[in-house]
T-cell receptor, first 113, second 113 residues
Framework: KAGVTQTPRYLIKTRGQQVTLSCSPI?????VSWYQQTPGQGLQFLFE???????NKGNFPGRFSGRQFSNSRSEMNVSTLELGDSALYLC????????????FGPGTRLLVL | DAKTTQPNSMESNEEEPVHLPCNHS???????IHWYRQLPSQGPEYVIH???SNVNNRMASLAIAEDRKSSTLILHRATLRDAAVYYC??????????????FGTGTRLKVLA
């Protein structure tokens, strides 16, 4: 069974631009969560989607948004990029909304110049 | 929010047991304790989880204090492939019934040959 895939793996953007990251969960998994990882703040929860609805949200500004499609694939969007948005963005999938085990993808490394 | 505290780094000799501690003094009664590890250039990988009782699986053992304010991940025989950052995480259930993962800063484990 294929693991969680994320595209693109690397991305360079400039301040003020917007970016969309994609995540394909493990087949059959219906919950997708997004995390931001930076050297200073570590891993921080962004949001969780289940059945195309955002079920849970972390403490991030409204510039960070996401959505989930009927096939459980998810996208995350960051608008008006700031230098501090440079990070590794990780996607994790689990079977159910209250999944006890999350399976992480390799991440998308975003650099904002 | 509950939080976890871990030592920044630890060292172990190959083939010896490793005990990785975690403090979570503000844990709630319904919070599960999870451990994940992250190898270089990869997303976090599930290791083990528990609620109140000690747990064993093929990767590790989890010892949970009776008051649940601390836990210890035990790798019975460390190998070079176990060198990673180990995260102690609380799977926190909010009053609204939603769940989120609260990551600690992690312990970087170095295994010496």
């Amino acid at each position: 069974k294929a693991g969680v895939t994320q595209t693109p793996r690397y991305l360079i953007k400039t301040r003020g631009q917007q970016v969309t990251l994609s995540c394909s969960p493990i087949s059959g998994h219906r919950s997708v969560s997004w995390y931001q990882q930076t050297p200073g703040q570590g891993l921080q929860f962004l949001f969780e989607y289940f059945s195309e609805t955002q079920r849970n949200k972390g403490n991030f500004p409204g510039r960070f948004s996401g959505r989930q499609f009927s096939n459980s694939r998810s996208e995350m969007n960051v608008s008006t990029l700031e230098l501090g948005d440079s990070a590794l963005y990780l996607c994790a999938s689990s079977l159910l909304l209250r999944g006890e085990t999350q399976y992480f993808g390799p991440g998308t490394r975003l650099l904002v110049l | 929010d509950a939080k976890t505290t871990q030592p920044n780094s630890m060292e172990s000799n190959e083939e010896e047991p490793v005990h990785l501690p975690c403090n979570h003094s503000t844990i709630s009664g319904t919070d599960y304790i999870h451990w994940y590890r992250q190898l270089p250039s990869q997303g976090p990988e599930y290791v083990i989880h528990g609620l109140t009782s000690n747990v064993n699986n093929r990767m590790a053992s989890l010892a949970i204090a009776e008051d649940r304010k601390s836990s210890t991940l035990i790798l019975h025989r460390a190998t070079l492939r176990d060198a990673a950052v180990y995260y102690c995480i609380l799977r926190h259930r909010s009053y609204s019934g939603t769940y989120k993962y609260i990551f600690g800063t992690g312990t970087r484990l170095k295994v010496l040959a």
